[in-house]
């Protein structure tokens, strides 16, 4: 059978696709562990944003695919819609799967769009077998994880059970297949990137993270032997920066400590290494592990500080990730000690901070911006955003703070819920304002390690940041408002992909 895997064009802020371009993982994950017969093409519309359209309809023509399948997040979903609507047209037989974040946590959502199936959680095995049973012409209703139509002409749905989550020890989950991918372009500020996984799973609960309603609170890890053949796959695929996509991969240090270690040892530390971590692991073990992880090649480190303020912290409840230990007592908040360790050994950090939260006032805000601009790198502050069946959703429910439904908005970068002291635009307005002048004092490190990057996209790239302003803004004959209303517009333009 010939399958067509797509995922969805939609950026946000802080990964322009100008300089921001990263394969999406589960999509070639699903193409490595389908039956070997199936001719499985793999298109990330990222590569293409401004050409979305045209790109799918020849694509379909090309392949002439039995099924297509949709990898959507909630901000997303808009476009999902209008791309299965687009496929649908082309070829009216075609089955439609959708899976991912999105159809997983809202699938009544995707009940009266023209799909065929959903695929909920982990999608490797479910959709190997689902693939098997429409050859086979039955037997759907055994397969864990599905939701498909049945009743009269497939009016209604049918929601199977549950499937586990893998432990993925066991093998059960095949490398995934890169040489499947069509459509070529991935880079990281100049580099060919590539993603890998090491783990799945976190045991953590923050409030604002899908991650437990998709698959329980839990902890899996794939054997080294396996991460280091991904590794080199990636790195023959051409990539030289790699994203770890682990959930959490800093919940067994000794662990990743070892990973640093086997990626020494097997000559893989020439590749430039991009991952996730918690404040506490770096904090806590900085000593022995931030030397390590830089002689691995790790550059950047993503950090989850979330908010430097206590009864942020409560809310996002994200308190335990972000608290230092000495000798099994709290010494208080753990970013500033994470910080000082990454930077000591010359890895530059991503500041993962969210801010707009119910309690936030604009001192708040300012507090957690100021810290940004003085420790952070490269600044990656959010919104608290109301992803379907998070912890945050309900209480910001409760709270009736919600103020836009508009989920192709819901991208991280648009604040869509309010405060009890302030408007979502407001905080939005603060952050915006903030933000953009912090990203412009990371491009000599950038220039440091990609002169010729930087020499060819700094011009683009300050106009992307700066987008709204004008010779009026600039000189200050017009206010920063007028500007941030031409920036939402351009924005809003944007967003229509398809
Ligand atoms: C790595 C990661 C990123 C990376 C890399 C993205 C990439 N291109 O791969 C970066 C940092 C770029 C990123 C950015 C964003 N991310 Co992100 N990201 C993750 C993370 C940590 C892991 C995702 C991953 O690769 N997992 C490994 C793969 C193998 O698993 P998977 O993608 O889930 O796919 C499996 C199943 O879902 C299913 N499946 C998936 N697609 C399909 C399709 C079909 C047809 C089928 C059958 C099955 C299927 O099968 C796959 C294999 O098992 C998750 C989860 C988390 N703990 O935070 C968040 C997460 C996915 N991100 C999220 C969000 C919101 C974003 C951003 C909008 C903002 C942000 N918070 O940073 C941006 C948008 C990116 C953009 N396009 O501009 C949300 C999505 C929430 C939602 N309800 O939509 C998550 C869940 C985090 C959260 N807040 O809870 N992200
Ligand atoms: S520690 Fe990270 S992955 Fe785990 S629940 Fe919190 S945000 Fe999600």
Redesign the pocket.
Known sequence: MNVL?LSMP???E??PALAIR??????T??AGNVDAHHRVAVADL?LVQQRVRETVIRLVRELDPGVV???V???QRRTAERIIDLVRGLKPGVKI??????P??AAEAYEPMHVDFL?R????V??RELLRSLERGSGLEKICGLSHRNGQNGSSWGHNPDRAPHRLEDGEIRLPRRETRVLRGYTLLGRQVD?I?TS?G?TYDCS????IE?RGRNFFTYSFDRVLADIRDAHDHGARTI?L?D??IMLNVRRFQALCEAIIAAGLNDIDYFV?AMTSSIANHGETLAPLMKRAGFRYV?LGIENILENDLEFLRASAKNTARDNGHSTGNATRKAIDYLHRHGMLVVGGLIVGNPGDTRESIDANLEFARRYVDWPYI?HP?P??R?PMTKDFRDQGLIQNERLEEY??TTAVVRTQHLPAEEVEFLRWKAERWMKTSHVPAVFRHDPWFVLTHAPKMLAHTFRGSSIRSMLGLESERKVFERYKAIRKAEREYV
């Open positions: 895997l939609d950026s946000f802080h990964m990263m394969p999406n993982g589960g999509l994950s699903l990222i399948g949709l990898s997040m909630t901000f799967v959708v899976g991912g974040y999105d997983s946590l695929i959680g982990e999608g490797e479910t959709f993603v996984e799945r976190c604002f993270c899908s991650i998709m994203f996509v959930d959490n996730q993503f959010q955003t992803y379907p998070t991208d991280g």
